[in-house]
């Protein structure tokens, strides 16, 4: 079964607008960690936002919103007021386990282009 | 700001070649890492590495691959005898121990910006 699924592998949004992007997550371990990675056209990893397992409310990161639904194993992002450099790949992660040195799983990622 | 920087940014090499891909982590971190993500593609955990030992690795991380610590601040990836398939871009990555002053206590992974790898 699949770790962290991003069921869209493509969106177009209007500038602006605001975009929520689905991730769905597997684990059965109690302590994990959620996080957004965003990859532009140069290829870099960059670091958008994190919600902790046991976070109760829903991070937030200027631009950036984490739709966390525990129950449904959701951790959704949402960009508000999109721009045109909101155009990337954005990549849903999840660590199992405590904080200190456990790895990354990444989902497969969904493409988003914002139309001017 | 610290950041994880990685050499060479592309690399072209002749199938059956050795490459050595080069990571310098930042300083203070303890826990290393590397990925691949093949063109278009999700990013796959390659290795983890902790108090000089690799603490996981994948099943893609088979025995053409190793890594290493060679001094205080390098971490290196060898591929031993290339591969077409092994065409791909490897993220070195790393991380800080919890409780680390001023740092974060996420788990984030740091990474770098890449070894492009091509495969001819």
């Known amino acids: ?116 | 700001e610290p950041e994880v920087t990685q050499t060479p940014s592309h690399q072209v090499t002749q199938m059956g070649q050795e490459v050595i891909l080069r990571c310098v982590p930042i300083s203070n971190h303890l826990y290393f890492y590397w990925y691949r993500q093949i063109l278009g593609q999700k990013v796959e955990f390659l290795v983890s590495f902790y108090n000089n030992e690799i603490s996981e690795k994948s099943e893609i991380f088979d025995d053409q691959f190793s890594v290493e610590r060679p001094d205080g601040s390098n971490f290196t990836l060898k591929i031993r005898s290339t591969k077409l398939e092994d065409s791909a871009m490897y993220f070195c990555a790393s991380s800080a121990p919890l409780g680390l002053a001023g740092g974060p206590v996420t788990g984030e992974l740091f990474f770098g910006e890449g070894s492009r790898l091509t495969v001819l």
């Open chain 1, 1 to 116: 079964a699949q770790k962290i699924t991003q069921t869209q592998p493509g969106m177009f949004v209007q500038e602006k607008e605001a975009v929520t992007l689905d991730c769905t997550y597997d684990t059965s371990d109690q302590s994990y960690g959620l996080f957004w990675y965003k990859q532009p056209s140069s290829g870099e990893m960059i670091f958008l936002i994190y919600q902790g397992s046991y976070d109760e409310q829903n991070a937030t990161e200027g631009r950036y919103s984490l739709n966390f639904q525990k129950a449904r194993k959701s951790a959704n992002l949402v960009i508000s007021a999109s721009q045109l450099g909101d155009s990337a790949m954005y990549f849903c992660a999840m660590r199992e386990g405590p904080a200190a040195g456990n790895k990354l799983t990444f989902g497969g990622g969904t493409r988003v282009l914002v139309k001017p």
